[in-house]
């Protein structure tokens, strides 16, 4: 009864998950999140149309074509179980003893949505995906003369990014990448300012782990990683000079990786409630300045440079929109 989607005469409007909202124990992010963002009942005796969206431990309302809650997180919302339909009110000996109001229902469906990364246990074949960098730079923003395509190999003369001209939210993001000794790079999500990328987007840790350097780092800053945030489940990268392979499937809130064909890193964004420590009590470099409960799940896709010295070379680089 916790995860009830309410339906009621209220000012703060129906979609609201009571249960959430009023748990005091739950991070600010989640109440916040579970109190939907406008009013849009339709008058008493009017028909109203519910879309109801659960992916994971994520809930989307859509009420009479309005969004009013977007990607609330739900902490601990049990996989599966049984739907119900509540009337709040009752009788005894004739007499209402609870807030007597009349609901009905009707037009009732439902249809189950594919368990994306279940399903996926290798790499996809996206041969028939979008180039996310066309080979003339024609769809990209990138400052001139860094970034070069030669015989479909995409790479970078400087520390500079290299950015889709538009945003994506829910995606599949293939692509193959080689290191050099040393390298350092990474794959930009949800960036909002190309300008100051480093704390309002995510990035997927691109490094050569063989080499002292990183091998003695943080874990959060090694290859597969959410950089700073998230360390990868374990070390699946190849050594420099061989083609690696990283799938990555954004959908709402969620963040999954593949690398080699190990899924290496899960995230969901709304557990990272602070700046400074993740949930895990490791610290977050200074320069993540913002949550990432607080980023948005959508914006640019962009790729990282010649970064501490060394060269990163891309190829096949493809997107797919869900």
Request: proline letters at 6%.
């Amino acid at each position: 009864m916790k995860s009830q989607v309410n339906i009621w005469c209220w000012p703060t409007g129906s979609g609201e998950v009571y249960g959430y909202r009023m748990d005091k124990n739950m991070p600010a992010n989640v109440r916040a999140g579970v109190t939907p963002m406008l009013q849009a009942d339709h008058n008493i005796g009017e028909w109203n149309s519910y879309k109801i969206t659960v992916i994971g431990e994520h809930l989307t309302v859509q009420l009479n074509g309005k969004t009013v809650i977007k990607n609330a997180w739900l902490p601990d919302l049990p996989a599966e179980g049984p739907i119900g339909l509540q009337h709040h009110g009752a009788k005894r000996e004739g007499e209402w003893v609870s807030p007597p109001a009349l609901v009905q229902f009707k037009n009732i469906y439902i249809e189950e949505l594919p368990d994306l990364v279940s399903d996926m246990t290798s790499h996809p074949n996206s041969s028939g995906w979008e180039d996310l960098i066309a080979e003339d730079l024609s769809n990209i923003v990138a400052p001139e003369g860094v970034w070069t395509y030669d015989d479909g190999i995409l790479t970078a003369s400087e520390d500079q990014a290299i950015w889709s001209r538009k945003g994506y939210h829910n995606y599949i993001l293939d692509l193959e990448f080689k290191t050099a000794e040393g390298t350092n790079s990474g794959i930009i999500l949800h960036c909002t300012d190309m300008d100051d990328w480093i704390p309002n987007s995510l990035e997927v840790q691109i490094a050569d782990d063989y080499a002292e350097q990183w091998s003695n780092s943080p874990k959060t800053w090694q290859c597969g990683a959410i950089f700073g945030r998230l360390a990868a489940s374990q070390r699946a990268v190849k050594k420099p000079g061989e083609w690696n392979r990283c799938s990555i499937v954004c959908q709402g809130r969620m963040v999954h990786v593949m690398l080699n064909g190990a899924w290496v890193t899960h995230m969901n964004m709304d557990k990272w409630i602070n700046a400074k420590v993740n949930p895990d009590g490791s610290e977050i470099p200074a320069w993540l300045s913002k949550p990432a409960a607080t980023l948005q799940s959508h914006g640019h896709v962009g790729l990282q440079g010649k970064h501490a010295g060394a060269p990163i070379y891309f190829r096949n680089v493809k997107i797919k929109s869900l």
